[in-house]
């Protein structure tokens, strides 16, 4: 079923993969609380194709690797078709708490709470983290998401909308790599 979505997904995406130049931190939503450090990371075929191809493979690989438990907790969720978000939570300092529940993104003036959690890090369970320790996790929200407009990331009273600065950077490397792909077609073609 999560096979199916992603291959339907990049059906319908028209940037072509292996000309972005993006880096994950370039996309990443940051929050911090003073305890713990938050990187919000959506992993929407539009947004992880405009990355670095070594970045959008290890990404892609990632969630076809988990797609028997994004399936499982997409079912459980009451859904087919997730958005998917990679959560990581960073300790700042010795024995650090973290609740994964309370991240909440805003998008269109609606609010989407995770309807599933797929771990990544077996600190996950701990809901604590040492400092400079890490936990990531799959977030599975509704669809309805838009990475293609402002959004809002918040945790415990804090939020951030540094996503419209990101979505700038969108459209700006979508036009590059089109071009970038155009220039490669015209050579491989005038090559022949």
Do not use: H
Request: with cysteine.
């Amino acid at each position: 079923m999560i096979y199916a979505l992603l291959l339907c997904l990049v059906a319908q995406d028209t940037v072509p993969t292996g000309y972005g130049t993006l880096r994950r931190d370039d996309v990443a939503v940051r929050l911090a609380t003073g305890t713990i450090e938050i990187q919000v990371l959506p992993l929407d075929e539009q947004v992880i194709r405009l990355l670095a191809p070594d970045t959008y493979r290890s990404l892609a690989e990632l969630v076809r690797s988990r797609a028997a438990e994004i399936a499982d907790a997409a079912a459980r969720g009451g859904t087919e078709n997730p958005t998917l978000v990679m959560v990581t939570f960073l300790g700042v300092v010795p024995q650090a708490r973290f609740n994964p529940e309370e991240l909440n993104v805003t998008s269109r003036g609606r609010l989407f709470r995770p309807i599933g959690i797929v771990p990544l890090s077996p600190a996950w369970s701990s809901f604590q983290l040492d400092a400079r320790q890490q936990a990531a996790a799959l977030y599975l929200f509704e669809p309805g998401i838009s990475f293609a407009e402002q959004l809002t990331v918040s945790y415990q009273g804090l939020s951030s909308d540094a996503w419209s600065r990101s979505v700038r950077l969108f459209e700006q490397e979508r036009a590059r790599v089109k071009a970038r792909a155009q220039l490669e077609a015209k050579r491989d073609s005038g090559a022949r």
